[in-house]
């Protein structure tokens, strides 16, 4: 077997975990949010927001952090007062389905309705894996440069939703926000592009509504690399125990 032989067979295998893991969570009531981003793009703090503003709303909410080695991300997430797990990767660039299922056996809360799993922090092989998520956002810092998303039309390109980070850098960083635009709608048309700031608070009440509405009714948005492109709906599969 070839190298894109054998790779297309590790995807396809994921792709089937990955629905079968989707329509066991959506019988227990819960929808799963993967954040993908670069290194240092800022989402370990949003996503503490994010956490902090459901607890604050009572909204059930859960997270299962990857990091290809330390517990420091789980920690700092565990402050918002939601519950949370560690993913280590041994070395792993990505996460893939039969991960993210393993780690939630036995532990995840009867009662989440949104589960956000913040995948490792790359942009390349993240973006090729359906993880069983309802709704995938792509996070960007001002700080990275306005041609990301033509470097990895990938991850931008299968994203329901993109979210700049770190947004109070703007000007310092010199970011030129409608040439981000532009770019992000070059790969993906027509993708809604929200403003974060962790620091500040901005967008944290968005990315929850956000997560809400996909929880409702599914992400409004079709994009072109889309990670789960057929049905939701498999009647085989079975509840994630």
């Known amino acids: 077997m070839c190298r894109s032989d054998l790779r297309q067979a590790v995807l396809a295998k994921n792709d089937g975990l990955a629905a079968s893991l989707r329509d066991g969570l959506a019988r227990q009531g819960v929808t799963l949010v993967n954040l993908l981003s670069s290194p240092g793009s800022g989402k370990t703090e949003l996503l503490a927001r994010v956490l902090a503003r459901a607890g604050e709303r009572g909204v059930p909410v859960a997270a299962l952090t990857a990091d ?7 920690v700092r997430l565990a402050r918002s007062g939601a519950p949370v797990r560690q993913l280590l990767t041994d070395g792993l ?12 056996a036995d532990w995840l809360p009867p009662d989440t309705s949104v589960l956000f799993v913040e995948n490792v922090g790359n942009l390349v092989c993240p973006a090729s894996y359906d993880l069983g998520e309802t709704l995938r956002i792509v996070l960007m810092a001002v700080t990275e440069g306005e041609d990301k998303p033509l470097k990895y039309p990938t991850a931008f390109g299968s994203a329901h939703l993109v979210v700049i980070t770190k947004t109070d850098l703007a000007g310092p960083a010199g970011f030129d926000e409608s040439l981000f635009h532009e770019n992000v709608h070059q790969v993906n048309p027509g993708v809604q592009i929200v403003r974060s700031c962790a620091r500040t608070g901005t967008g944290v009440g968005t990315l929850l509504d956000h997560a ?10 079709h994009p072109p690399l889309a990670p789960h492109p057929h049905s ?8 994630v125990t």
Request: aromatic share 0%; proline share 8%; glycine share 8%.
């Open 68 to 74: 290809l080695a330390t517990e420091n991300d789980a």
């Open 93 to 104: 660039c990505h996460l893939e389905a039969g991960q993210v299922r393993a780690r939630l």
């Open 212 to 221: 809400l509405a996909a929880r409702d009714g599914g992400p409004a948005h």
């Open 232 to 239: 939701h709906h498999h009647p085989a599969s079975a509840p």
